[in-house]
C-alpha cells in the first residue's frame, strides 16, 4: 500500500521559514518524480514544486515560489522536502506531496499524478 506523509507545517509570520517534509512507502520511490501542491480555501489545486527521480536540473518551480523555495529529494531515504524561505500570507494553504510516473517528467498539472499525500496545513500570519 503506497503511503505518502507529510509533515512540518504549522503557522508562521510573514518572511519567516518553515520546511516540509514528505516520506514515501510502498513504492519504488526512484520511479516517480514528486511534487508539492497546495491549495487555498476556494482556489484551486496548484503546483508549487516537482523533481524528478534523476536528471534534478529539470526541476520546475511555480513562478509565484521561485527564488523563495526549495524542493530535495532523498532516493535512500524516500523523502521529499519543501524548503520555504520568505514566507507570505499568499502561501497560506493546505500543502500535499505527490508522486507519479514516469521518473523523468515533471508535470504541474495534479491529474498526472499516482498518489497523494492528506496535506499538512501551513497558515502564514501578516
Known amino acids: 500500500q503506497v503511503q505518502l506523509a507529510e509533515s512540518g507545517g504549522g503557522l508562521v509570520q510573514a518572511g519567516g521559514s518553515l520546511r516540509l517534509s514528505c516520506a514515501a512507502s510502498g513504492l519504488t520511490f526512484s520511479s516517480y518524480t514528486m511534487g508539492w501542491f497546495r491549495q487555498a480555501p476556494g482556489k484551486e489545486r496548484e503546483i508549487v514544486a516537482a523533481?524528478?527521480?534523476?536528471?534534478?536540473?529539470?526541476?520546475y518551480y511555480a513562478d509565484s515560489v521561485k527564488g523563495r523555495f526549495t524542493i530535495s529529494r532523498d532516493n535512500v531515504k524516500n523523502t521529499v522536502n519543501l524548503q520555504m524561505n520568505s514566507l507570505k500570507p499568499e502561501d497560506t494553504a493546505v500543502y500535499y506531496c505527490?508522486?507519479?510516473?514516469?521518473?523523468?517528467?515533471?508535470?504541474?498539472?495534479?491529474?498526472?499524478?499516482?498518489?497523494w499525500g492528506q496535506g499538512t496545513q501551513v497558515t502564514v500570519s501578516s
Open positions: 523533481i524528478p527521480a534523476i536528471s534534478w536540473s529539470a526541476t
Open positions: 505527490a508522486g507519479k510516473r514516469p521518473a523523468w517528467g515533471v508535470s504541474s498539472d495534479p491529474r498526472a499524478y499516482d498518489y
